[in-house]
């Protein structure tokens, strides 16, 4: 079992940056990839970042690469995600994910195990 905390979401303005952080609690974490997903309201919820387990492989959504960054520290248990020069269409609840032990970057809602109760980012225009 796996258990996930996100934090750092609020209320932003356009351009502004932002942090998340994932805590992860149980033995597994370092032995999974992790991910973060979003979801507006009305819409599906879709990826936006994928860690492998050992850090050395990262995977983004067109949307936000190169202005999000997704890292982890497995000796905390932890999974971030830097959000810079955010936009209005940004706005969503946040969700962090750990995978199935055996996926590298996964980037599909299926291939992940366990989810947090997510974290509402509001960009303002």
């Known amino acids: 079992q796996v258990q996930l905390v996100e934090s750092g979401g609020g209320l932003v303005q356009a351009g502004d940056s932002l942090r998340l952080s994932c805590a992860a609690s149980?033995?597994?974490?370092?032995?999974?990839?992790m991910g973060w997903f979003r979801q507006a309201p009305g819409k599906e919820r879709e990826f936006v970042a994928a860690?492998?387990?050992?850090?050395?492989?990262?995977y983004y959504a067109e949307s936000v690469k190169g202005r999000f960054a997704i890292s982890r520290d497995n000796a905390k248990s932890s999974v971030y995600l830097q959000m810079n020069s955010l936009k209005p269409e940004d706005t969503a609840v946040y969700y962090c994910?750990?995978?199935?032990?055996?996926?590298?970057?996964?980037?599909?809602?299926?291939?992940?195990?366990?989810w947090g109760q997510g974290t509402q980012v509001t960009v303002s225009s």
């Open positions: 994910a750990a995978a199935r032990n055996s996926y590298y970057t996964p980037s599909r809602p299926y291939e992940y195990d366990y």
């Open positions: 860690i492998s387990r050992r850090g050395d492989g990262t």
């Open positions: 149980g033995r597994t974490f370092s032995s999974r990839a």
